[in-house]
């Protein structure tokens, strides 16, 4: 029985308290962006509003977030109205000598439409498996959307488009943007919101929405899927990177990827945990064989998605720039160093490649903040992993025996070859076809070839144990797998 005194409020009597306590402030950007790094925003009817707010979706001028709205979901039509045609309606239009199923005109309506086809099969295949344990991500309905708005965004980036990867930073959007709309719904059936709510929760856009705020957050994440040399991006220039084995002190050009988590591993991680640090360098694990999968995806395969929620609100709310993955990376590896450093090369790699559970995510974020600023923030309760890592022992003997199969013996004479096909993999992770790859850099792949000759001779000399003798071709073939984001 309930209290006499308990009153019961109506949902969106909750959702309107809720909307003031995060909106309806004077200081209210800096409520939100705390709601987001202290984990408020877990139960939260209003993250994916926060979401929109922290990239740069909305202004900050509440006044404007109606208008702001409006344009976003009206550049999506006309966009989505560009690039998905059909030639049968436009037939009559166009002259028919260019405009047939068999021209290769590049102006030819049908053209566009099988090399079109062509980009949306393989991101199909994508999004088929999409967080392939919910039901949502089950849905045809869901998985067009997904579909359509990679597509869109690879025909609006024509230099990047579409990434193995990608669906994986876009399909939490749109759940967050459905979990949004459909409490809000629910709240709304008996009672009327204010319109403000109406027009930023209206479901009917759902697929509208998702595309501005994945556009905005792949403004951030485009360099690590670039295979070019250099970004220019809002007027800087991001440096140089490394070639794809070696070390930062390697000169040559790369991906901005590599260079990314070989920083953390070689200065981050050297910084807070020089034990560690040795114990990964003997071992010769390469930040490459695991990092380009947790920054790419965002640590996406690495959490339960509700966790994995709370870690991009963290990461959003911090900055644009996801200057915090970084330090989250490094918190990872912290987490799991005791179980890391008594480990050998198998087992490591099991840890690291199909990560542990974490009891309290949040942690793991005071984690992170602290060691980017440890005079701004507390230092956190000291946690570690204790676990029988038998588990990830057997995973990591897995991984290696599936790139034994896959590896021949070391052929020094052949390292020039097996590089070039790295190469390829590494710079257009999506496999053939002109829809989808961006031409490789010659200059990379010549380079690397120089560079990794000279390693691979040096490395060969130093493997004394028979179970590292094809070291260097399960670095390559491990390396492909992380590229590639396919570890289950």
């Known amino acids: ?67 702001r709205t409006k344009e976003h979901r009206a550049q999506y039509e006309k966009i989505k109205e560009t690039h998905i045609t059909n030639p049968r309606k436009a037939a009559g239009q166009h002259d028919l000598v260019v405009n047939n199923p068999l021209s290769q005109d590049e102006g030819s309506l049908w053209n566009k439409f099988f090399q079109d086809k062509e980009l949306r099969g393989m991101i199909k295949q994508d999004v088929l498996r999409t967080f392939p344990e919910m039901l949502y991500f089950q849905e045809e309905d869901v998985r067009t959307k997904l579909t359509d708005i990679l597509f869109c965004y690879a025909r609006e980036n024509e230099r990047l488009l579409y990434k193995q990867g990608m669906h994986e930073l876009l399909a939490p959007i749109v759940f967050v943007l459905h979990c949004d709309h459909q409490a809000f719904q629910h709240a709304s059936e008996t009672a009327n919101p204010s319109e403000e709510m109406k027009v930023l929760l209206d479901p009917k856009f759902h697929e509208h929405d998702a595309y501005a705020m994945f556009s905005l957050l792949m403004e951030t994440a485009e360099p690590w899927f670039s295979s070019f040399e250099r970004e220019v991006r809002k007027g800087k220039e991001e440096m140089l990177t490394s070639i794809p084995f070696a070390r930062p002190q390697d000169s040559g050009p790369s991906v901005a990827i590599v260079t990314k988590v070989n920083r953390i591993q070689d200065q ?42 709370v870690v991009w609100d963290a990461l959003f709310t911090d900055s644009i720039t996801l200057d915090l993955v970084d330090y989250v ?36 974020l005071l984690k992170a903040l602290f060691l980017r600023d440890p005079k701004n923030n507390p230092r956190p309760v000291n946690y570690q992993f204790q676990q029988n890592l038998d588990y990830y022992k057997t995973r990591g003997a897995d991984l290696v025996n599936k790139t034994r199969t896959k590896a021949a ?31 490789i850099n010659n200059e990379v792949i010549s380079f690397a070839v120089i560079n990794i000759k000279f390693i691979a001779v040096k490395r060969f000399a130093q493997q004394t144990r028979h179970q590292r003798k094809s070291h260097p071709q399960m670095f390559v073939q491990l390396t492909h797998f992380s590229v590639n984001a396919q570890i289950a």
């Open 1 to 67: 029985m309930q209290h006499p005194n308990f009153e019961t409020q109506h949902p969106l009597q909750q959702d309107e308290k809720e909307w003031d306590d995060l909106f309806q402030n004077s200081n209210y950007l800096a409520r939100t962006r705390q709601a987001g790094i202290n984990g408020r925003l877990r139960s939260s009817r209003f993250r994916s509003v926060c979401w929109k707010l922290y990239l740069d979706v909305l202004s900050e001028d509440k006044t404007q977030w109606i208008s």
């Open 268 to 309: 981050l991680v050297k910084k807070h945990d020089i034990e560690l640090y040795m114990h990964l360098n003997r071992l010769e694990i390469a930040p490459q064989i695991y990092g380009i999968r947790w920054v790419r995806l965002l640590f996406g395969r690495e959490f339960p998605l509700q966790d994995l929620l």
């Open 329 to 364: 990376f490094v918190a990872m590896l912290l987490y799991i160093r005791d179980a890391l450093i008594a480990s050998n090369f198998q087992t490591c790699l099991g840890l690291l490649m199909h990560y542990p559970p974490i009891g309290d995510i949040h942690s793991l």
């Open 409 to 439: 013996p070391l052929n020094i004479n052949k390292v020039s070859s097996s590089l070039l096909n790295f190469g390829r993999k590494l710079i257009a992770p999506m496999g053939g076809g002109s829809s989808g790859i961006s031409p």
